[in-house]
Protein backbone atom coordinates (compact mmCIF):
# COMPACT_ATOMS: atom_id res chain seq x y z
CA UNK A 1 0.00 0.00 0.00
CA UNK A 2 1.30 3.15 -0.90
CA UNK A 3 2.14 5.96 2.64
CA UNK A 4 -0.39 8.66 3.16
CA UNK A 5 0.63 11.43 4.43
CA UNK A 6 -1.00 14.31 6.22
CA UNK A 7 -1.17 18.00 5.03
CA UNK A 8 0.72 19.06 8.30
CA UNK A 9 3.39 16.29 8.19
CA UNK A 10 4.17 17.20 4.49
CA UNK A 11 4.66 20.96 5.55
CA UNK A 12 6.96 19.69 8.05
CA UNK A 13 9.17 17.70 5.81
CA UNK A 14 9.53 19.85 2.90
CA UNK A 15 9.47 22.96 5.78
CA UNK A 16 7.75 25.55 4.00
CA UNK A 17 5.70 28.37 6.03
CA UNK A 18 1.60 28.14 5.77
CA UNK A 19 1.38 30.85 3.70
CA UNK A 20 3.84 29.02 1.21
CA UNK A 21 2.14 25.42 1.24
CA UNK A 22 -1.02 27.45 0.44
CA UNK A 23 0.07 28.68 -2.86
CA UNK A 24 1.44 24.92 -4.10
CA UNK A 25 -2.00 22.50 -3.32
CA UNK A 26 -4.18 21.79 -5.98
CA UNK A 27 -1.88 23.57 -8.15
CA UNK A 28 -2.36 22.56 -11.79
CA UNK A 29 0.77 24.02 -12.97
CA UNK A 30 3.76 21.94 -11.96
CA UNK A 31 6.56 20.59 -14.59
CA UNK A 32 9.80 20.62 -15.27
CA UNK A 33 11.99 22.92 -16.66
CA UNK A 34 11.26 22.64 -20.17
CA UNK A 35 7.63 23.45 -19.61
CA UNK A 36 5.58 25.87 -21.19
CA UNK A 37 2.63 25.50 -18.73
CA UNK A 38 0.91 28.65 -17.67
CA UNK A 39 2.09 30.00 -14.33
CA UNK A 40 4.87 27.23 -14.08
CA UNK A 41 6.06 25.77 -11.18
CA UNK A 42 9.55 23.79 -11.13
CA UNK A 43 12.97 23.56 -9.44
CA UNK A 44 16.27 23.85 -10.10
CA UNK A 45 19.77 21.91 -8.39
CA UNK A 46 21.90 24.09 -10.01
CA UNK A 47 22.96 27.88 -10.89
CA UNK A 48 22.67 27.23 -14.22
CA UNK A 49 19.53 25.54 -14.07
CA UNK A 50 18.09 28.37 -12.05
CA UNK A 51 19.38 30.94 -14.34
CA UNK A 52 17.55 28.78 -17.61
CA UNK A 53 14.96 29.17 -15.71
CA UNK A 54 14.62 32.33 -14.83
CA UNK A 55 14.61 33.18 -18.52
CA UNK A 56 11.17 31.44 -19.10
CA UNK A 57 8.23 33.71 -19.69
CA UNK A 58 5.99 31.68 -18.11
CA UNK A 59 7.76 30.93 -14.82
CA UNK A 60 5.84 32.09 -11.46
CA UNK A 61 7.88 29.90 -8.91
CA UNK A 62 11.14 27.92 -8.80
CA UNK A 63 12.38 25.98 -6.02
CA UNK A 64 16.22 26.32 -5.25
CA UNK A 65 18.81 26.68 -3.30
CA UNK A 66 20.94 30.36 -2.82
CA UNK A 67 23.08 30.41 -5.59
CA UNK A 68 23.06 34.23 -5.20
CA UNK A 69 20.54 35.10 -7.65
CA UNK A 70 17.93 38.06 -6.61
CA UNK A 71 14.07 37.32 -7.63
CA UNK A 72 10.83 37.29 -6.29
CA UNK A 73 10.03 33.89 -8.29
CA UNK A 74 12.98 31.85 -6.31
CA UNK A 75 12.28 29.95 -3.07
CA UNK A 76 15.22 29.25 -1.48
CA UNK A 77 14.94 25.30 -0.02
CA UNK A 78 17.99 23.04 1.11
CA UNK A 79 16.21 20.06 -1.57
CA UNK A 80 14.45 21.42 -4.40
CA UNK A 81 14.10 17.83 -6.07
CA UNK A 82 12.48 16.86 -3.04
CA UNK A 83 10.19 19.62 -1.92
CA UNK A 84 9.29 19.90 -5.79
CA UNK A 85 8.51 16.08 -6.19
CA UNK A 86 6.87 15.81 -2.50
CA UNK A 87 4.27 18.45 -3.88
CA UNK A 88 3.62 17.16 -7.17
CA UNK A 89 2.79 13.38 -5.65
CA UNK A 90 0.48 15.13 -2.96
CA UNK A 91 -1.58 17.13 -5.66
CA UNK A 92 -1.70 13.83 -7.50
CA UNK A 93 -2.94 11.98 -4.87
CA UNK A 94 -5.82 14.99 -4.27
CA UNK A 95 -6.23 15.19 -8.27
CA UNK A 96 -7.34 11.06 -8.33
CA UNK A 97 -9.14 11.09 -5.14
CA UNK A 98 -12.10 14.05 -6.89
CA UNK A 99 -12.32 11.87 -10.30
CA UNK A 100 -16.08 12.25 -11.66
CA UNK A 101 -17.42 8.93 -12.45
CA UNK A 102 -16.44 6.70 -15.18
CA UNK A 103 -18.38 6.62 -18.41
CA UNK A 104 -19.15 3.95 -20.92
CA UNK A 105 -21.07 4.44 -24.20
CA UNK A 106 -23.89 2.02 -24.46
CA UNK A 107 -22.91 0.95 -27.54
CA UNK A 108 -19.23 0.36 -26.34
CA UNK A 109 -18.21 -3.20 -25.29
CA UNK A 110 -16.03 -4.59 -22.17
CA UNK A 111 -15.75 -8.12 -22.45
CA UNK A 112 -15.80 -10.36 -19.55
CA UNK A 113 -12.61 -10.56 -17.58
CA UNK A 114 -12.15 -6.96 -18.75
CA UNK A 115 -11.31 -4.00 -15.65
CA UNK A 116 -12.28 -0.60 -16.23
CA UNK A 117 -11.71 1.89 -13.40
CA UNK A 118 -15.00 3.14 -11.51
CA UNK A 119 -13.17 6.62 -11.94
CA UNK A 120 -12.18 8.66 -14.44
CA UNK A 121 -12.67 6.97 -17.51
CA UNK A 122 -14.91 7.98 -20.73
CA UNK A 123 -14.85 4.92 -23.10
CA UNK A 124 -17.13 6.32 -26.39
CA UNK A 125 -19.22 4.57 -28.77
CA UNK A 126 -18.50 1.20 -30.81
CA UNK A 127 -15.36 0.66 -28.85
CA UNK A 128 -14.03 -2.83 -27.48
CA UNK A 129 -12.32 -3.67 -24.05
CA UNK A 130 -10.87 -7.02 -24.56
CA UNK A 131 -11.32 -9.72 -21.85
CA UNK A 132 -8.07 -9.13 -19.22
CA UNK A 133 -7.42 -5.26 -20.15
CA UNK A 134 -7.08 -3.07 -17.44
CA UNK A 135 -8.29 0.70 -18.15
CA UNK A 136 -6.90 2.73 -14.72
CA UNK A 137 -8.23 5.69 -13.81
CA UNK A 138 -7.94 9.08 -16.10
CA UNK A 139 -7.87 7.34 -19.42
CA UNK A 140 -10.38 8.83 -22.64
CA UNK A 141 -11.19 6.41 -25.46
CA UNK A 142 -12.35 7.53 -28.45
CA UNK A 143 -14.76 6.26 -31.11
CA UNK A 144 -14.53 2.51 -32.34
CA UNK A 145 -11.03 1.78 -30.80
CA UNK A 146 -10.15 -1.78 -29.75
CA UNK A 147 -8.17 -2.36 -26.74
CA UNK A 148 -6.46 -5.63 -26.94
CA UNK A 149 -6.55 -8.84 -24.26
CA UNK A 150 -4.42 -8.11 -21.23
CA UNK A 151 -3.39 -4.23 -22.40
CA UNK A 152 -2.76 -1.62 -19.57
CA UNK A 153 -4.02 1.76 -20.39
CA UNK A 154 -3.47 4.45 -17.50
CA UNK A 155 -0.63 2.84 -15.42
CA UNK A 156 2.09 5.05 -13.87
CA UNK A 157 5.35 5.55 -15.60
CA UNK A 158 8.87 4.64 -14.15
CA UNK A 159 9.70 8.22 -12.45
CA UNK A 160 11.15 7.41 -8.95
CA UNK A 161 11.97 10.52 -6.36
CA UNK A 162 12.79 10.48 -2.99
CA UNK A 163 9.60 12.54 -1.44
CA UNK A 164 7.93 13.01 1.94
CA UNK A 165 6.07 9.89 1.23
CA UNK A 166 9.32 7.99 1.01
CA UNK A 167 11.39 6.44 -1.95
CA UNK A 168 8.32 6.26 -4.26
CA UNK A 169 6.95 6.10 -8.06
CA UNK A 170 5.36 8.99 -8.81
CA UNK A 171 1.50 8.78 -9.15
CA UNK A 172 0.86 10.25 -12.84
CA UNK A 173 -1.70 12.99 -12.80
CA UNK A 174 -2.39 13.55 -16.55
CA UNK A 175 -3.86 10.30 -17.74
CA UNK A 176 -3.85 8.74 -21.55
CA UNK A 177 -6.04 10.54 -24.60
CA UNK A 178 -7.02 7.76 -27.22
CA UNK A 179 -8.40 9.20 -30.14
CA UNK A 180 -11.13 7.37 -32.51
CA UNK A 181 -9.84 4.32 -34.39
CA UNK A 182 -6.43 3.37 -32.67
CA UNK A 183 -5.90 -0.46 -32.38
CA UNK A 184 -3.92 -1.32 -29.65
CA UNK A 185 -2.75 -5.06 -29.48
CA UNK A 186 -2.30 -7.21 -26.60
CA UNK A 187 -0.15 -7.04 -23.65
CA UNK A 188 0.71 -3.82 -24.07
CA UNK A 189 1.14 -1.14 -21.77
CA UNK A 190 0.75 2.85 -22.12
CA UNK A 191 1.74 4.88 -19.15
CA UNK A 192 -0.36 7.81 -18.17
CA UNK A 193 1.40 10.99 -18.31
CA UNK A 194 3.22 13.25 -16.28
CA UNK A 195 2.95 16.66 -14.62
CA UNK A 196 0.19 17.94 -17.28
CA UNK A 197 1.48 16.42 -20.19
CA UNK A 198 -1.33 13.75 -21.41
CA UNK A 199 0.07 10.53 -23.14
CA UNK A 200 -1.57 10.51 -26.40
CA UNK A 201 -2.59 8.82 -29.43
CA UNK A 202 -3.98 10.06 -32.27
CA UNK A 203 -6.21 8.69 -34.58
CA UNK A 204 -6.25 5.46 -36.70
CA UNK A 205 -2.69 4.62 -35.05
CA UNK A 206 -2.09 0.77 -34.73
CA UNK A 207 0.02 -1.01 -31.86
CA UNK A 208 1.09 -4.43 -32.39
CA UNK A 209 1.41 -6.75 -29.31
CA UNK A 210 4.21 -6.15 -26.36
CA UNK A 211 4.11 -2.28 -27.15
CA UNK A 212 5.66 -0.02 -24.32
CA UNK A 213 4.46 3.37 -24.63
CA UNK A 214 5.85 5.52 -21.57
CA UNK A 215 4.63 8.80 -19.97
CA UNK A 216 3.44 11.62 -22.01
CA UNK A 217 4.44 10.03 -25.31
CA UNK A 218 2.82 11.15 -28.32
CA UNK A 219 2.10 9.11 -31.07
CA UNK A 220 0.48 11.06 -34.34
CA UNK A 221 -2.29 9.84 -36.76
CA UNK A 222 -2.10 6.68 -38.81
CA UNK A 223 1.39 5.75 -36.89
CA UNK A 224 1.64 1.95 -37.36
CA UNK A 225 4.01 0.23 -34.32
CA UNK A 226 4.91 -3.19 -34.74
CA UNK A 227 5.50 -6.09 -31.45
CA UNK A 228 8.07 -5.38 -28.89
CA UNK A 229 8.87 -1.76 -29.75
CA UNK A 230 9.70 1.00 -26.78
CA UNK A 231 8.94 4.36 -26.85
CA UNK A 232 10.78 6.50 -23.73
CA UNK A 233 9.63 9.15 -21.69
CA UNK A 234 7.92 12.30 -23.74
CA UNK A 235 8.87 11.01 -26.94
CA UNK A 236 6.72 12.37 -30.21
CA UNK A 237 5.80 10.54 -33.23
CA UNK A 238 4.74 12.66 -36.28
CA UNK A 239 1.99 11.15 -38.28
CA UNK A 240 2.04 8.49 -40.23
CA UNK A 241 5.59 6.69 -38.80
CA UNK A 242 6.41 2.91 -39.47
CA UNK A 243 8.13 1.52 -35.98
CA UNK A 244 9.52 -2.04 -36.43
CA UNK A 245 9.65 -5.24 -34.15
CA UNK A 246 12.08 -4.32 -31.00
CA UNK A 247 12.59 -0.60 -32.21
CA UNK A 248 13.57 1.78 -28.98
CA UNK A 249 12.52 5.59 -29.26
CA UNK A 250 14.83 7.06 -26.71
CA UNK A 251 13.31 9.61 -24.30
CA UNK A 252 12.21 12.42 -25.51
CA UNK A 253 13.29 12.04 -28.99
CA UNK A 254 10.82 13.62 -31.91
CA UNK A 255 10.72 11.82 -35.10
CA UNK A 256 8.98 13.64 -38.02
CA UNK A 257 5.81 12.59 -39.75
CA UNK A 258 6.37 9.51 -42.91
CA UNK A 259 9.61 8.46 -41.53
CA UNK A 260 10.77 4.54 -41.27
CA UNK A 261 12.40 3.44 -37.91
CA UNK A 262 13.56 -0.23 -39.23
CA UNK A 263 13.08 -3.82 -36.67
CA UNK A 264 15.79 -3.41 -33.65
CA UNK A 265 16.77 -0.08 -34.53
CA UNK A 266 17.24 2.82 -31.82
CA UNK A 267 16.30 6.10 -32.04
CA UNK A 268 18.37 8.39 -29.73
CA UNK A 269 18.37 11.66 -31.36
CA UNK A 270 15.48 14.00 -32.75
CA UNK A 271 14.69 13.51 -36.76
CA UNK A 272 13.32 16.80 -38.21
CA UNK A 273 12.82 15.25 -41.78
CA UNK A 274 11.59 12.24 -42.95
CA UNK A 275 14.07 9.44 -42.74
CA UNK A 276 14.62 5.95 -42.72
CA UNK A 277 16.86 4.31 -39.58
CA UNK A 278 18.68 1.25 -39.48
CA UNK A 279 20.50 -0.65 -36.79
CA UNK A 280 22.12 0.66 -33.40
CA UNK A 281 23.27 3.08 -33.11
CA UNK A 282 20.27 4.11 -35.84
CA UNK A 283 22.11 5.10 -38.83
CA UNK A 284 19.64 7.47 -40.53
CA UNK A 285 18.71 7.69 -44.66
CA UNK A 286 17.35 9.89 -45.90
CA UNK A 287 13.81 9.13 -47.73
Request: glycine share 8%; net charge positive.
Amino acid sequence: MRNTISLLNLQNSIKLDTESLKLFINNPNFGLIDSEAESLVTYAESADFLSKALKKSNLRFVFSKDFGFKDKRIIIVDNPGYVFWSLAEFNSRIFYNNLSPTIIHEKAVVEDGAMVSKHGVIISSGSIIRSGARILPNVKIGKNCDIGQNSIIGSDGFQVKDTAFGYVRIKHDAGVIINDEVEVGGLCTINAGLLGHATKIDEKAKIDCKVHVAHSCCIGSKCVIAANATLGGNSVLKSSIFVGLNAVIVNRVHVASNSYIAANATVARSILTPVKVIGFPGKEIRL
